[in-house]
């Protein structure tokens, strides 16, 4: 087994967005992140770091795909930022096709992970994300997986 994992702690939304850069910065082509966290704990925050890191040209770019279920962004890679939170069943998830974007061969990141662990791929870098204060927060990166350990050891250095 590959468990890994590497807690953060982070004190603004500027913080939160610059770990998830740090951390996009070493995503590839294939990778998919699994968002975890309650309403307002910076989930749509740290995507966008993840997508600037991931060569989007701008954070201001990057919004809440609450309302579409996936927006698309262009980086050095194709991002698919997806948000399941309006998803009540597995068949729903199914039928949206959202699977299907965690083999498109961008980089795949979806709010709400823990809804759908059972649609979630082995390589999936789980990312949990709780309060820790007013403007504080618990960023915990959890692997299972070859790939995403490395990831984590990438970024805990």
Known sequence: MHEKSARFRTNSPEETIAL???????????DV???IG????GKTWFTKGLAVGLGVKSEE???SPSFTL???YEGRVVVYHMDAYTLNSVSEFLAAGLEEYFFMGGVAILEWADRWPELLPPHCLRIELTFAGQSS???LLKANHP????IIES???
């Open 33 to 35: 992140i699994g968002l």
């Open 137 to 139: 927060r618990e960023i």
């Open 70 to 72: 996936v927006n698309v």
């Open 20 to 30: 998830g850069k740090a951390l996009g910065m070493r995503l590839k082509q294939g």
């Open 155 to 157: 970024v805990a250095v």
């Open 147 to 150: 790939r995403s350990a490395e």
């Open 38 to 41: 309650e309403l307002g704990t």
């Open 61 to 63: 770019l990057v919004t």
